[in-house]
């Protein structure tokens, strides 16, 4: 067993180091805003945090946070291991993942600490041949890891089984970890722990982080790097960022809607909601052709740099209690979906599974995500991974017919972004559309890999509300009146979707009395 870790942390005195954010940053303002007093604040969950050494060839023991500030006055510390002294960098990660000023998560109560080079024998069981030890508490639904790893050259299957034990953690105890990438755009990245399927690799909103693609020696090499962006001057700011909003909705998940699903589920859920809810600005990009046959087509689910785009807690948080929607297992059977919510779908080999969304204007934006996690065996020497795809067409008469939106089909339906999403190695997907014309849409998913077995997929979308306006209101002028019918007319015998309001794929006498059934 290698005794060398190299790590990665933040390593800048304390002075350079903002201690404020915004009230807005990662959406936590509109969060806010939106709900006042009912706003999640992670209260009743409990939340891990994983320290390495402030200072590198250091004090081994040099990972716990100044308990004796305000910020974490009434609150539960747990220090796992000793000795340990008070470190900068720990004090920082945990103002910003469980601290009452700086969390988007400032209810957590309940918080354990554990030094890296304890928690990696002690806890995740490294090298030991033993399952991961269990949880400190059955609170605990996140565990923040703002370090990055490897065990070097020559050693990269050590780096493998960490990875797997840590995902292999996540699905059989239902908690969500999050990690951060390496500081420096276009530094080297560590596989430890940023190369896991089933967590949140984390980058700077700022772009001064390490990006790419998974190395040859990890498992299923070229998977996407890091998953989403968050502010912070330092991915080890950055990733408690993402924690924190983690834990204000597992709060959220707690509540009676939800207690049909396992801890699990809700940790695959709020990975599927953070990602398909993060802002995603005209900068975003997956590489999808504009222009050609292939326009629309895209085989990278994030953006190289960007990942889903950057955190926005307020919109998960809205995918989250916009209500569940399953995936229909014929494209006409599905119903059509709210402006934001979340579903699974559960497929084996060649399966599919649909959503419809019927749009009567135009909206801006439609983003659709597809998340599911790989599973690992208990003896950590293999794991199944399965393959999915996403793609949205046009449909009419309830699903009975398609029409393709790739290249020039789509170029009169949608402004840019892509309608395929097609990653061979990836375990996401997204659609990400701007521009997107009145009609009815139906989304499918498929898995396209041979292997046995079922998996369970988790897929969250938001969809600008003025998309879902007035059935009828064809010139989009916020009511239904005889304009829409004079606009109809003019439209007659076409098939603009705008007017066709029984969505059979001509502009009719039936177009004209659903409006008129409208009229107000």
């Avoid at 709020?270 to 997956?286: E, F, I, P, Q, V």
Wanted: some cysteine.
């Amino acid at each position: 067993m290698p005794t060398r870790l190299h790590t990665s942390t933040a390593l800048a005195p304390l002075c350079v180091v903002a201690l404020a954010l915004a009230a807005d940053d990662g959406g936590i303002g509109a969060l806010r805003a939106r709900l006042g007093a009912l706003t999640p604040t992670g209260a009743g969950v409990g939340v891990v945090q994983v320290e390495a050494p402030a200072q590198l060839g250091g004090k081994t023991d040099d990972f716990a946070p100044d308990l004796a500030l305000a910020d974490f006055s009434g609150k539960t510390v747990t220090m796992v291991n000793s000795p340990n002294s008070v470190s900068w960098h720990s004090t920082n990660v945990a103002q910003r993942l469980y601290g009452s000023a700086m969390s988007l998560a400032p209810g957590v109560t309940n918080a354990w600490i554990n030094g890296l080079f304890n928690w990696l024998p002690d806890m995740l069981k490294i090298g030991t041949g033993q399952a991961p030890a269990a949880l400190p508490n059955t609170s605990v639904r996140v565990m923040n890891h703002s370090w990055a790893a490897t065990y070097g050259t020559g050693n990269e299957s050590v780096d493998r089984e960490a990875i797997r034990r840590l995902d292999f953690w996540m699905t059989r105890d239902g908690i969500l970890a999050v990690y951060g990438e390496n500081n420096g755009a276009g530094s080297v990245r560590r596989p430890m722990m940023g190369d896991c399927f089933n967590g949140i690799s984390v980058g700077r909103l700022d772009l001064q982080h390490s990006a790419g693609v998974t190395g040859s020696a990890s498992d299923t090499p070229g998977r996407m790097k890091p998953e989403i962006i968050a502010p912070g001057d330092f991915t080890s700011m950055a990733t408690p960022l993402v924690s924190s909003a983690a834990v204000a909705l597992a709060e959220t998940l707690k509540g009676a809607e939800f207690t049909s699903l396992s801890n699990t589920q809700r940790a695959q859920l709020t990975k599927s909601a953070l990602l398909g809810g993060a802002d995603r600005t005209a900068s975003w990009a997956n590489n999808a052709a504009v222009s050609g046959s292939q326009r629309g087509i895209a085989t990278m689910p994030l953006d190289a740099i960007r990942g889903s785009g950057e955190l926005n807690v307020d919109r998960a948080h809205r995918i989250i209690t916009g209500g569940r929607l399953n995936g229909a297992t014929t494209a006409m059977a599905a119903t059509n979906a709210t402006p934001e919510g979340w579903g699974t779908v559960t497929l084996s080999a060649n399966g599919k599974q649909y959503w419809r969304f019927r749009l009567y204007q135009e909206a801006p934006a439609l983003d659709f995500t597809l998340v599911w996690p790989r599973g690992v065996t208990s003896g950590f020497n293999s794991y199944t991974f399965a393959n999915m795809n996403v793609r949205l067409q046009r449909s009419l008469n309830g699903g009975a017919d398609m029409i393709p939106l790739e290249g020039d089909a789509g170029l009169a339906t949608f402004v840019s972004g892509n309608v395929s999403s097609a990653s061979g190695v990836d375990n996401v997907e997204t659609i990400h559309l701007t521009g997107l014309r009145p009609g009815e849409y139906t989304l499918e998913v498929s898995r396209v890999d041979s292997a046995s077995g079922s998996v369970m997929a988790y897929a969250s979308w938001i969809v600008d509300d003025m998309a879902f306006g007035l059935e009828g209101d064809v010139d989009a002028n916020g009511t239904v009146d005889f304009g829409d019918v004079a606009l109809t007319l003019l439209n007659f015998g076409s098939d603009d979707p705008a007017s066709d309001m029984d969505v059979n794929g001509m502009i009719d006498f039936g177009d004209v009395a659903l409006i008129l059934l409208n009229f107000r």
